[in-house]
Structures are given as C-alpha cells and as structure tokens.
C-alpha cells in the first residue's frame, strides 16, 4: 500500500476557486485507486457511516453508487478526492498526516 496522501480538508473547508479549479482539472479514478493512494480511508468510511470489516448488513463505500472517486490537483499539489453527497473530500500528496 502507498498511501502516500494524506486527508486535508473537504469542500466546505476550502475556497470556490481552489474547488472549482481541482474540478475543472479531475480525472476519474476507482475506489481501489483511493484506496492504495489515500491513507485514513477506512476511518473516514466509519465517519461517514459505512460498514467496514467484518461488520453486516449496512451499506460498504464500494456499494454505494452515489460516490464517486477522482484524481486532480487542489492548491497546487496532486489529490485524490471522494464525492459523497455532494461534498468533495480531499486527500493531498506531501502534507503530514494528522
């Protein structure tokens, strides 16, 4: 695994312009893709209300077809982002994890 990006912020944490640019710039990826490159995605799938392990019976991320998953640059480094509700959340490469 590479997890070589780490969670910084989501859309209603950042700038129009800063998202509108990542936006304009973005590439569809897959799940697995976020998955090797964005470290702390399974704690952001329990945060988000997902099941994950071996928990049964609720909703994964990977079932869920309202998500989408791409690869851009936010604020001049390249990013991995999750569409969740409407809400980008955004995964850079070269910040220190939390």
Wanted: proline letters at 1%; one cysteine or more; charged letters at 30%.
């Amino acid at each position: 695994m590479k997890q070589g990006y780490s969670y910084e912020t989501n859309c209603v944490g950042s700038t129009a312009h800063a998202i509108q640019s990542m936006i304009d710039r973005a590439r569809s990826v897959t799940l697995q893709t976020i998955r090797r490159h964005c470290a702390e995605l399974a704690e952001f799938e329990r945060r988000m209300g997902y099941d994950t392990g071996s928990e049964r019976g609720g909703l994964r991320l990977r079932d869920d077809y309202h998500v989408s998953y791409f690869k851009s640059v936010y604020r001049g480094r390249p990013c991995y982002y999750v569409r969740h509700s409407a809400i980008e959340y955004i995964w850079t490469k070269g910040r220190v994890s939390r």
